[in-house]
């Protein structure tokens, strides 16, 4: 009996165990990709994240082998708590990936993570272990054929990317706001509650999904992770108030020369707010060394258009966002139309 | 898959439904259908004395169109498309648009699985690899219609599809040495026109026939006017477009852009000009978010903006999976039927 025709009865495919597999899995992380990522980064991308942990895993014997993962968000549409989970870091060590057998480990084993994880969503929303209503990715040639053929992958939208050149430092626009620059691990919510959930609340306006934006969700998803480092402004008036956030990554991302504005958090109708922070935005992306500055927005928000008329302009990216839905009324095109996703949504900054 | 090209099956009422493809001699079934389904009102184009007719039979790519009739002759559900002569990376093919597909809504719920059957017929019959079938089918459905050919007919979406859009007083582009000619009538266009199409179009590894025959037939009734960019006696572009309201609102809509770099002042310039003459105020087009003058239409005014539609495919072909047409066909609105 050779290797491969042993392996396939023998492997056990299951939830990954925090306790006991991690070591294991950043073991194979290494093999698939070549280098190494530490059990503090793989806590802090996975375990820490406020909306829970999914991760299936292909197990011989005590080996990690195999893995089909996600990052959860908690997502409000109309009233409900729902959760989207982003696919990411799929892998299957090298050693298991030849076979006779279709579909391959791969497939059966993100089959298997869709049926733990995928469902109708569960009473109250609170489960933060499965029922969830989306998930959703960006994957590459490769995955997008094996996912649409084997996965039910679907297509939502070709993403489109806004483009704003970095020229001379902008000055300060004239605006009743003031930006100040938050540091993430000292997002809290204050004696008068979470004024981050408070602005997204404002923000969120008539768009029908997002995923839930407060002080423990910057936190952790603005936590230095890897080589990335992230920089939060904050708009602010005369009152204290906070009227807008935007999110920077420091470093070249996506484009050559480029630096990407992560996320961006403004109520659709405060102008000063926006000014300011757009500006701001730049002025940090060009400090960092940037000749542009790139967004992802939905051609759908009103901030499409607002950021075209700020001098942002729109080009062609090669990414697509596919999604499988678990509830027939959230499908691609309610996606298309009604989920503000920005690349805070996504893990390609 | 080779099916016989009419059969009776039986309907929801256990009737035999003749499943066959749609002859000339079936206009008034055909239009009868469609006033019941589309709710079409006595001035649509296509109840106009012989629309019908040039829509379906008159095209010079032929017929796409499959239907399930009762034993009284009435149609209970139609699939169709509008089919084109297309180039692909050198290859002769046609590509299909579907359009008009109809089941009989007062016995549309029963008929569920006829018009499936159908929209399968449908597909076999004209769906193929390059030599044996038109090897895409597209459309842009509306959310219904995008439902049933997701699941009927295997379609994918391909793209959520951005305008651009400017105000006629904020274009920035000027004609510079080029003039351009104006025309109402696709046949009148010029004798170089043909060949001048099939240089313009090598850039591109996927595109729609435009010669003179095509394009009359496309716009036959239509009110749109044509402008001929020239520069020293060599035609350098074609633009065409008319005022309509579309998505929502009033705008003069350019159907084609097919406009060498050196020719775009003078192409927006005229549409601008005609715009204004028609009493609109906006120029609004679409084209492929990767094509070089989507970005350099955005340098010239054009902002891009979100529309209703999703474009949606099917390939025939597996050289080429259903996205490979989103990202190499150079296409624009005269490609479809949404402004006649």
């Not at chain 2, 003179?212 to 239509?222: D, F, P, Q, V």
Request: proline residues 5%; glycine residues 8%; hydrophobic residues 40%.
């Amino acid at each position: 009996m050779t290797d491969l025709e042993r392996r396939p009865r023998e492997l056990v495919l299951r939830p990954l165990d925090p306790a006991r597999d991690v070591p294991s899995l950043l073991e194979t992380w290494a093999a698939v990709f070549g280098e190494r990522r530490s059990a503090g980064e793989w806590s802090r991308r996975f375990l820490d994240n406020p909306a829970g942990l999914r991760a299936f895993v292909a197990c011989d014997g005590d080996r990690v082998v195999a893995q089909y993962a996600g990052v959860p968000s908690r997502v409000w549409i109309d009233g409900e708590e729902h959760r989207f989970v982003q696919s990411v870091d799929s892998l299957v060590h090298p050693d298991y990936r030849a076979g006779l057998k279709r579909p391959g480990l791969f497939v059966r084993l993100a089959r298997e993570y869709f049926a733990h994880y995928g469902g109708p969503r569960r009473a109250g929303g609170g489960d933060a272990t499965a029922g969830d209503t989306i998930h959703y990715g960006w994957p590459l040639e490769a995955a997008w054929r094996v996912g649409k053929r084997f996965l039910s992958y679907e297509r939502v939208r070709e993403e489109l990317v806004l483009v704003r050149e970095l020229g001379a430092t902008p000055s300060a626009p004239a605006t009743d706001c003031a930006v100040e620059e938050l540091r993430p691990g000292d997002l809290a919510p204050g004696a008068d509650g979470d004024e981050i959930r408070w602005l997204w609340e404002r923000a969120l306006g008539a768009w029908g999904a997002s995923a839930v934006r407060d002080a423990a969700y910057y936190r952790w998803r603005c936590a230095p992770q890897g080589d990335a480092r992230y920089r939060l402004l904050g708009a602010r008036d005369a009152a204290g108030t906070l009227r807008g956030l935007a999110v920077l990554r420091d470093g070249e991302r996506l484009a050559p020369g480029a630096r990407a504005l992560v996320d961006w958090m403004v109520p659709a109708d405060d102008e000063d707010a926006a000014r300011a922070l757009d500006a701001a935005a730049r002025a940090a992306a060009r400090a960092d060394g940037g000749a542009r500055l790139l967004a992802w927005l939905p051609d759908r928000s009103p901030d499409f258009a607002a950021f075209q008329d700020r001098g942002w302009r729109v080009r062609p990216t090669p990414y697509r966002l596919a999604a499988r839905s678990f509830d027939r009324r959230f499908d691609a095109l309610f996606l298309r139309e009604h989920w503000w996703a920005t690349l805070a949504d996504s893990d390609l900054a | 898959m080779t099916l016989p090209r009419s059969s009776s099956e039986p309907d929801a009422r256990g009737d035999a439904a003749c499943l066959r493809e749609v002859r000339a001699d079936d206009e008034r079934a055909a239009l009868d259908a469609f006033r019941r389904a589309f709710e079409l009102q006595a001035g649509d184009p296509l109840l106009q004395p012989g629309a019908w007719r040039r829509r379906y039979f008159e095209n010079p790519a032929g017929t796409r169109a499959f239907a399930a009739f009762d034993r009284d002759g009435a149609m209970l559900a139609q699939y169709a498309g509008l089919p084109r002569g297309a180039l692909v990376e050198g290859e002769r093919v046609t590509f299909t648009q579907g359009v008009d597909s109809l089941s009989d809504p007062e016995r549309g719920r029963a008929l569920g699985s006829l018009f499936a059957r159908v929209g399968r017929r449908f597909a076999a019959t004209y769906g193929g690899r390059v030599g044996e079938g038109d090897p895409f089918m597209w459309g842009y459905p509306v959310r219904a219609a995008w439902r049933v050919g997701k699941a009927l007919l295997g379609y994918e979406t391909l793209r959520s599809q951005v305008a651009l859009a400017c105000g006629v007083d904020a274009v920035d582009a000027s004609a510079g040495d080029h003039a351009v000619d104006t025309s109402r009538d696709a046949a009148a266009l010029p004798d170089d026109h043909d060949a001048w199409y099939e240089a313009f179009r090598a850039r591109h590894a996927a595109t729609l026939d435009r010669d003179r025959a095509t394009l009359a037939w496309r716009y036959a009734s239509s009110r749109v006017a044509f402008g001929v960019v020239r520069s020293t006696d060599a035609i350098r572009g074609l633009v065409a477009g008319r005022a309509a309201g579309f998505e929502g609102a009033r705008r003069f809509v350019i159907t084609e852009w097919l406009v060498e770099p050196d020719a775009r002042g003078a192409a927006i310039a005229w549409a601008a000009r005609r715009a204004a003459e028609e009493g609109a105020r906006e120029l609004y087009t679409w084209l492929p978010p990767w094509c070089e003058d989507f970005a350099a239409l955005q340098d010239a005014g054009f902002r891009a903006r979100p529309t209703t539609r999703v474009m949606v495919g099917r390939s025939y072909d597996r050289r080429r999976p259903a996205e490979w047409y989103a990202d190499h066909w150079y296409t624009t609105l005269g490609d479809t039927d949404l402004l006649p």
